[in-house]
């Protein structure tokens, strides 16, 4: 089955072609480590870990790298009061490598929790500034920028003087973004207000500095994926994704910045995911409407009536295509959670129950497994595969009630199947064996106890925790290879 893919570049579905065979490279932009990240941010990682888990299952090998940017980020190409990690370096009084690593640890514990892969290349904007400085050496060597004042900028007049297409990716024209921006002050050191930082020179209250040819500065931001994304995968490679936030500037200046350096588009499938919402509007830091995705696992927010496990959150994520907006809300998060439990339920009847099975069906499991497929390969439309998982929920309740029957060949390629989609391919993970792990770690604890209580004779104790287990049902065992127990 043909991968078809909407690539933002064409605005087209298109056929995916790999440039070498079963490989895929796939840049995603990471997080700007400044702040803990929002549940939005996590809407987008998880976009991109469902397509790249969906990539694997298909039979590509991927090489996916997603960066941290931990310098550079700025809110406009203005000064250090506009540096996010100066800023909140000074707020929270911590030196800006601390704020870096205080919120690149959050950032993986959160991803952990929501069950997204790591990637294959994790790479940062400060291990970079040589190759963002080798960069930005080529771009003025071929023309395309200049410097002034001890900052680099790229020339985007030259860029379309040249007959490449400054806006092709975010379709905008370039003669309206001039009529539109306008140098109020005229003190800008720019030729023009759409060319765009590759290096800033730093001021001395700047503490993030390095070297460079042009005095001490920090690249642009839009420079680093490029930086990156050429060393790891190469002057041209397969997919990059973003949110939809970043097609422009950030995306539009990454593909300048690509084409000017190497004469080729640097990449082949763009691919943007849509926004989350709550109350209707975009969730962003700035205007103070969003929720830390540990808020609403643990309950404490003033937005949703209780509290919801990250697979859930998962599985209500996965029910909205990662092109369209998705708006969460309570009333839909119940639903998800209801949703969820009777997959749940039905995964748990898959693997323990023995079925009867028999010859008569009304589930043809090879035009089910089709369906899956086509829509996992639609671009990766995951609503669609969740509302064929669901028919097979179904059929499994009807196996259950002995309304239904399968063959045993059927019924181990729909375990196989279900066990791949639900689990490899959209992530979710199954609350009950998570609790049955903490379960056993738990009673792991009360053995080592237990243990060290007869080690230091204190029988009264050890026989306690034996005795109070068992009146719970819980036997323990000693044995040769230490101690072991049983659940009645
Ligand atoms: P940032 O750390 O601001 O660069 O954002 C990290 C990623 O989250 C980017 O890909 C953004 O496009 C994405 N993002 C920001 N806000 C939202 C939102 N409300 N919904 C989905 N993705 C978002
Ligand atoms: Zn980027």
Redesign the pocket.
Known sequence: MELKIYNSLSGEKEIFKPLHENSVGMYV????VYSN??L??V???MSFDFIYRTLTHLGYNVRYVRNI?DAG?LTDDGDVANDRFVKQSRLEKLEPMEIVQKYTVDFHKVLEVFNLLPPTIEPTATGHILEQIELTQDLIAKGFAYESNGSVYFDVLEYNRRGLNYGELSRRNIEELFANTRDLDGQSEKKNPQDFALWKSASPAHIMRWNSPWGEGFPGWHLECTAMSTKYLGEKFDIHG?????KFPHHECEVAQGKACNGTEPVNYWMH?????MNGQ???KSTGNYILPMELVSGSNDFFEKPFHPAVVRFNFMQAHYRSVLDISNEAMIASEKGFQRLMEAMKLLSTTEFKTGTASSFDIKSWKEKCYAALTDDFNSPILISHIFEAVNVIFKLKDEKDTLTSEDLEELKKLMHGFIFDVLGLENIEENNNEKLDKTLQVLIDLRNQARKSRNFDLSDQIRDRLLAEGIELKDGRDGTSYSIS
């Open positions: 932009c990471g997080p700007t990240v929002h939005g941010n809407r987008t990682f940017t980020h973003g949110g939809m936030d970043l995911a849509n926004m989350l919402t975009r969730m962003s």
